[in-house]
């Protein structure tokens, strides 16, 4: 999978830009289908991810390292400032707000939803 890093446009849409990245659009076109420009929540991510033919796991496990991850995973992230979106892919972390990343950015729990990919 080729992600393309995406900066979140606002400190409110790290979820549009993780969809945007996961399906090669923008956060505008997410906030667009969804009628929502602000914090989205799991039945939004989902909702995206699914009409959109992606397929996911709907347990959510804990992360405790970058070894508990599978391949590529959805990841909300308890952060120093509020829970957060981020994308785990082929070992890089995609974070909307703190860049490509080498491990987790600064949290206290991580859970994550697996991607399953061809």
Not at 47 to 72: C, H, M, W, Y
Not at 89 to 118: A, C, M, N
Request: one cysteine or more; aromatic letters at 12%; hydrophobic letters at 35%.
């Amino acid at each position: 999978m080729n992600i393309k890093y995406i900066h979140e446009p606002t400190d409110l849409q790290c979820g549009q830009a993780v969809l945007a990245m996961l399906l090669g659009t923008s956060p505008e076109e997410i906030a667009a289908f969804l009628h929502n420009d602000r914090e989205t929540n799991l039945r939004e991510m989902q909702l995206v991810l699914t009409q959109n033919g992606i397929s996911f796991s709907r347990e959510r496990k804990q992360a405790f390292t970058k070894a508990d991850l599978p391949k590529t995973a959805l990841l909300s992230l308890e952060t120093p400032r509020c829970w957060h979106w981020s994308l785990y892919v082929d070992g890089v972390f995609y974070d909307p707000e703190h860049g490509v990343l080498d491990d987790f950015p600064q949290s206290e729990r991580k859970y994550f939803w697996e991607i399953y990919t061809k």
